[in-house]
């Protein structure tokens, strides 16, 4: 099954940390045996790869049910249940969610508190099942989604030679074609040859990928007859890979006529494209960097 939202664990959490003062880590064991999560299911990580997904929600449960009174830390690195925790499992509800737990004032007074660098809205609401991280994460992806149409715009209404400028870009800062200088002399031929430049794979040029660049609208797909002739250019050149990059997207039939050719032919659309620059930073700047810490375990097991 699919890793539960940190508000359904909240019940089944609070009735294990009635049985005891104990750990998060074993609790989230216990519960991850309860819920027939697979390993695939417990190994899940959150996007940045630091933490388990099951393990951050048990983590938010925890905090959650802390906020509220119905657990408290006992200062060694564990928890217990409280008086009022243990009413709760004595007659619980249905489902333990934050709409419950508006229900003690002490969870309201905390969720209401006002500080110097925030407003007093929540960041999860009643009716939603994402924890705190997993809400700035989706504010986030919409930032960017935003800015990445932003920029296609962008390159969609330049000249074709600024539009192989920013490929140049990309791919330095990918760390291909050796210097900016390098690379920005080898690309922007003009179509020479049927390729619209060379970049080293190395610092050396022991290994180059030849590039195509097509600047071309929305609406205006490249073919399988465009990648035809980007792989006999490739032929002409006595080149093992290539790389083609579009402001617009494949077709179908374009796609698989790549996968079939002999040589490697690597196809970046608009979308992934605007994804690679904003990834890597080109065409846009960080605004602001939020910093999102946890508490150290360790540090109070100490």
């Known amino acids: 099954m699919a890793v539960p939202d940190f508000q359904t664990l909240m019940l089944p959490a609070l009735r294990l940390y009635a049985e005891g003062e104990t750990k998060t880590g074993p609790i989230a064991d216990r519960l991850a045996d309860a819920f027939n999560l697979t390993n695939e299911d417990r190994s899940e990580l959150i996007p ?9 929600r048990v983590h938010w449960a925890k905090a959650y049910l802390t906020m509220a009174g119905l657990i408290a830390s006992t200062g060694r690195g564990s928890a217990q249940v409280t008086n009022l925790g243990k009413q709760v499992v004595a007659d619980p ?7 419950y737990l508006e229900n003690f004032p002490g969870f309201l007074e905390l969720r209401q508190r006002k500080t ?17 991280d997993e809400v700035m994460r989706s504010a986030r992806d919409q930032i960017d989604q935003q800015l990445g149409q ?9 000249e074709p030679a600024f539009f192989e400028k920013v490929v140049v870009n990309l791919v330095v800062a990918m760390g291909y074609g050796g210097s900016l200088a390098k690379a920005g002399k080898a690309l922007g031929r003009g179509g020479d040859g049927g390729v619209d430049g060379v970049i080293d794979e190395d610092p050396l040029g022991l290994d180059r990928v030849y590039v195509q660049a ?7 797909a490249v073919g399988a007859g465009e990648i035809r002739d980007f792989f006999g250019a490739l032929d002409q050149f ?5 790389l083609f990059v579009t402001t617009s997207h494949f077709t179908s039939s374009a796609v698989s006529t790549a996968d079939g050719l002999s040589k490697r032919i690597v196809l970046v659309d608009g979308e992934q494209l605007v994804r690679l620059l904003v990834d890597h930073n080109v065409g846009c700047r960080v605004q602001e960097t939020l910093f999102v810490k946890e508490l150290d375990e360790e540090f109070f097991e100490s």
Do not use: H, M, V, W
Not at 48 to 56: E, L, M, V
Not at 150 to 158: D, K, S, V
């Open 150 to 158: 932003e920029i296609l715009n962008r390159l969609r209404a330049a």
């Open 214 to 220: 097509k600047r071309y609208a929305a609406g205006n």
């Open 116 to 132: 110097p660098t925030t407003d007093a809205t929540p960041l999860t609401q009643p009716d939603d099942d994402r924890t705190p």
């Open 48 to 56: 940045s790869g630091r933490q388990r997904r099951f393990a951050n």
């Open 93 to 99: 509800p249905d489902r333990i969610t934050i709409k």
């Open 238 to 242: 006595k080149a093992s890979k290539g």
